[in-house]
């Protein structure tokens, strides 16, 4: 049950248990909100865990193949897990149905890369292509550059108070 669901994600925050990360990733896309926000925190700090990047591959192909509400639950692990591999498979969803799955997709390339080149999927193409090797760090100073005064406070503030 739900309950049940919560406390074992919450559970694995503190014990961490490597082998349950396949099972913690499920969680992504429980219909539960809160037990699906709660697996996100808890998976950040599985990053270094060796089936991390297995886990993330799952969520990519998810993103390309999965029904609606797991393609928007994938575009939310992407964007909260900062998956700068997902960002081709969010570029192909900036034109998709439903029109909610685009905007999410646009948002996530926002949190994940700190620009906006709008919903024009050449324009992120091209800078995806120009950008690859930058490191993010990189991307997040440019991003900050960019912002008038008001949204780049905007956006540290928010920035500092995510867990």
Request: proline share 5%; charged share 30%; glycine share 4%.
């Amino acid at each position: 049950d739900r309950l049940h669901r919560y406390a074992a994600t919450w559970a694995l925050s503190a014990l961490r248990v490597p082998a349950a990360l396949p099972r913690l990733a499920l969680r992504i896309f429980d219909a539960e909100p809160a037990i699906a926000s709660l697996a996100l925190e808890v998976l950040e700090g599985y990053r270094n865990a060796p089936d991390f990047e297995w886990v993330m591959a799952g969520v990519r192909d998810l993103l390309r193949r999965g029904d609606d509400f797991q393609r928007l639950r994938a575009v939310l692990a992407a964007s909260e897990l900062k998956d700068r591999e997902a960002l081709p498979a969010l570029i192909d969803l900036l034109g998709t149905r439903p029109k909610e799955l685009a905007e999410d997709a646009h948002r996530a390339l926002i949190e994940i890369t700190k620009q906006d080149l709008g919903a024009s999927d050449r324009r992120w193409r091209a800078w995806v292509s120009d950008n690859e090797a930058v490191p993010r760090t990189r991307w997040l100073i440019d991003g900050l550059r960019a912002l008038d005064t008001a949204t780049r406070i905007t956006q540290m503030v928010q920035d500092a108070t995510r867990p």
